[in-house]
C-alpha cells in the first residue's frame, strides 16, 4: 500500500509584505528619483507580492554619496566594534529566520524546507563567521595592517538572494567597507528586509544601502567612479560585461558566474548515496545553482545500475506547492528563466539525445518544469555545454580516470565538481586534476562559511568565503 503525502503548508501569516517599498539609502526608505517602480511576482502562482522603486543613475549616485560619507566612520570603528554589530546582525537573523524563509520562498519560488533549513543557516552563519574576523584582520594573512578600500558596489542574483548578500555583505563590513547592493529584478524583497534588519540592528546610517531595479541600475553601480570595488554573482556574458567596464579603472573585481559541473560516479562508489547526492546535485533549488552537478559522469560498467535506480528516486520527488514542506521541486524563478530551460531541453531532443522525466502533473499556473534527463548525450549536445540553469541532467559515460577528468574538464567553466568513490588516493588524484574552484568527494552542495568559494576560467575569479574572502575587501 503506498501512503500518499498530507499537505503541511506553512503558513503565510508570519510574513507582513508592504503594498510598495523605497529604496533603502543612508538609513532611511526613500522612493525614487524618477518615481517609477516594478512589480515583484511569486512564481509559484504569479500573483504581484508587491511594489518596488526602480532605480536609476540619481539613485545610484545618492547610495553611493551616503556610503562614500558613512566610510570615514565606519572604517575607523577598531574592529571589535563593527563584530559587535555584525554579531547583532546575525542574532535577529536567526530569531526572525521563520518570516525570512517564508519571504524568500515566495519571492523566490523555491522550497520551504530549503529556505528554512539550508539558506537561512548559512546566513546566519557567514555574519557570525565574518564577525569573528573583524578584529583579527592583522592576522589574516594580508599583512600586519590590511586596510579596507572603501565603497564596495554588490550586483546579486535571483537564485540564493539572502544567502548572495550575506556572502558579500558580512566580509565587506567586517573588513571596514561601506556597501551598495542591488539585488535582482525578480527577488528584490529579502534584500529590502535585511534593510529593516540593519536598523534594528542599529547599523550607522549610509553603511549599507539597497537599491532595487533592472540592469540599468546594476550598471549605473558597476561603472560609478566613486565604487572601489565591484563584486558581482550571476551570468558569464553579464560578467564578461563588467570586466570590460572596469578595466582601466583602479577598482577591484570578483566574478562569481555561471557553471556546467561535473559529477562523476565510479564504479566503487557507495551506489545508493551516490544517488541522492546526484538528486541534490541538480535537483536542489530547481537546479538553478551556479555549481549544480548538471552533468552526471558514470563508469560504464555500473551505468546502466545509476540510471534505473536515479529514476526510481526522481519518481518520488514531490514538486509542487513551494510553502508545503513536503515539496522537493518548487517552481522556476521566472517566465524569462522558463523558456531558457524549455529552449536548451527542446534543443537536446532535437540534437538526439533520449529525454526522460518522471509522470508529473504541473500547477496550472505558475513557472513549473518537470526533473528532466537526457541520456545519450555526448560532449557536442548543447546540454553538455551550455549552462540551462534549470532542473536538467546530462548523462555521459566514461570508462578510466583519465577519461572522467577529460570529459569533465572538457568546458568553458570550472566552478565545482563532485567525485564518488571508495578509494582516497583516486579521490585526491581527481581533485588535483580537475579544474574547478571546489571539489565535492562522496557529497555535493555542501557549503561552510569558513571554506572559500570561487571559478577557474569562464566561471569568474576571486573567492568568497572564509579567510580567502577578505582580501577582496582589502588593499593588500
Same mark, same amino acid.
Given at each position: 500500500m503506498t501512503f500518499e503525502y498530507a499537505p503541511a503548508p506553512e503558513s503565510r501569516a508570519v510574513v507582513d509584505i508592504a503594498p510598495s517599498y523605497g529604496l533603502f539609502i543612508d538609513g532611511e526608505f526613500r522612493e525614487a528619483a524618477a518615481g517609477k517602480v516594478f512589480k515583484t511576482l511569486s512564481p509559484s502562482t504569479e500573483e504581484v507580492l508587491s511594489e518596488v522603486a526602480q532605480a536609476d543613475a540619481a539613485d545610484v549616485e545618492a547610495a553611493v554619496k551616503a556610503a562614500r560619507k558613512a566610510f570615514s566612520g565606519w572604517s575607523a570603528l577598531p574592529g571589535a566594534e563593527r563584530a559587535k554589530y555584525l554579531f547583532r546582525i546575525a542574532r535577529i537573523i536567526q530569531e526572525r529566520s521563520r518570516e525570512l524563509a517564508v519571504l524568500e520562498t515566495l519571492d523566490n519560488g523555491k522550497p520551504i524546507r530549503e529556505t528554512r533549513d539550508t539558506d537561512l543557516p548559512l546566513v546566519a552563519a557567514h555574519f557570525f563567521y565574518y564577525a569573528g574576523w573583524a578584529d583579527k584582520l592583522d592576522h589574516a594573512g594580508y599583512g600586519a595592517d590590511p586596510r579596507p578600500l572603501g565603497v564596495a558596489g554588490q550586483v546579486i542574483p535571483w537564485n540564493f538572494p539572502l544567502l548572495m548578500l550575506? /556572502?558579500?555583505?558580512?566580509?565587506?563590513?567586517?573588513?571596514?567597507?561601506?556597501?551598495?547592493?542591488?539585488? @535582482?529584478?525578480?527577488t528584490p524583497l529579502s534584500a529590502l528586509?535585511?534593510?529593516?534588519?540593519?536598523?534594528?540592528?542599529?547599523?550607522?546610517?549610509?553603511?549599507?544601502?539597497?537599491?532595487?531595479?533592472?540592469?540599468?541600475?546594476?550598471? @549605473?553601480?558597476?561603472?560609478?567612479?566613486?565604487?572601489n570595488k565591484v563584486a558581482f554573482t550571476g551570468s558569464t556574458a553579464v560578467g564578461k560585461a563588467i570586466a570590460r567596464k572596469?578595466?582601466?579603472?583602479?577598482?577591484?573585481?570578483?566574478?562569481?558566474?555561471?557553471?556546467?559541473?561535473?559529477?562523476?560516479?565510479?564504479?566503487?562508489?557507495?551506489?545508493?548515496?551516490?544517488?541522492?547526492?546526484?538528486?541534490?546535485?541538480?535537483?536542489?533549488?530547481?537546479?538553478?545553482?551556479?555549481?549544480?552537478?548538471?552533468?552526471?559522469l558514470v563508469q560504464e560498467s555500473v551505468a546502466e545500475e545509476v540510471l534505473d535506480a536515479l529514476k526510481r528516486r526522481l519518481g518520488t520527488l514531490r514538486l509542487g506547492d513551494p510553502l508545503d514542506k513536503n515539496?522537493?521541486?518548487?517552481?522556476?524563478?521566472?517566465?524569462?528563466?522558463?523558456?531558457?530551460?524549455?529552449?536548451?531541453?527542446?534543443?537536446?531532443?532535437?540534437?538526439?539525445?533520449?529525454?526522460w522525466s518522471p509522470a508529473c502533473e504541473l500547477p496550472s499556473s505558475g513557472y513549473w518544469f518537470a526533473?528532466?534527463?537526457f541520456t545519450g548525450v555526448t560532449q557536442a549536445?548543447?546540454?553538455?555545454?551550455?549552462?540551462?540553469?534549470?532542473?536538467?541532467?546530462?548523462?555521459?559515460?566514461?570508462?578510466?580516470?583519465?577519461?572522467?577528468?577529460?570529459?569533465?574538464?572538457?568546458t568553458p567553466y570550472?566552478?565545482?565538481?563532485?567525485?564518488?568513490?571508495e578509494k582516497g588516493?583516486?579521490?585526491? /588524484?581527481? @581533485?588535483?586534476?580537475?579544474?574547478?574552484?571546489?571539489? /565535492?568527494?562522496?557529497?555535493?552542495?555542501?557549503?561552510?562559511?569558513?571554506?572559500?568559494f570561487g571559478g577557474y576560467k569562464e566561471s569568474g575569479f576571486g573567492r568568497e568565503g572564509g579567510r580567502h574572502g577578505l582580501e577582496a575587501y582589502l588593499d593588500v
Open positions: 550575506a /556572502w558579500k555583505i558580512a566580509p565587506a563590513l567586517a573588513t571596514g567597507n561601506t556597501v551598495v547592493l542591488k539585488p @535582482a529584478e525578480t528586509f535585511f534593510a529593516d534588519i540593519c536598523r534594528q540592528a542599529g547599523l550607522p546610517k549610509g553603511v549599507v544601502n539597497i537599491i532595487t531595479g533592472d540592469g540599468a541600475a546594476g550598471a @549605473a553601480l558597476v561603472e560609478h567612479p566613486d565604487v572596469v578595466a582601466g579603472t583602479n577598482k577591484k573585481l570578483t566574478l562569481e558566474l555561471g557553471g556546467k559541473g561535473a559529477n562523476i560516479v565510479f564504479d566503487d562508489a557507495p551506489l545508493d548515496q551516490a544517488v541522492e547526492g546526484i538528486v541534490n546535485g541538480i535537483f536542489f533549488n530547481q537546479g538553478q545553482v551556479c555549481c549544480a552537478g548538471s552533468r552526471l515539496t522537493d521541486i518548487g517552481a522556476i524563478n521566472s517566465a524569462e528563466q522558463l523558456a531558457r530551460i524549455r529552449a536548451l531541453a527542446d534543443a537536446g531532443e532535437a540534437e538526439g539525445a533520449e529525454r526533473p528532466t534527463l549536445h548543447r546540454v553538455a555545454r551550455e549552462e540551462i540553469f534549470g532542473p536538467v541532467l546530462s548523462v555521459l559515460t566514461f570508462r578510466t580516470p583519465d577519461e572522467a577528468v577529460e570529459k569533465a574538464n572538457n570550472g566552478l565545482s565538481a563532485g567525485v564518488w568513490t588516493s583516486r579521490i585526491l /588524484w581527481m @581533485a588535483d586534476q580537475l579544474r574547478a574552484g571546489i571539489v /565535492w568527494a562522496n557529497t555535493f552542495n555542501k557549503f561552510d562559511p569558513a571554506s572559500p
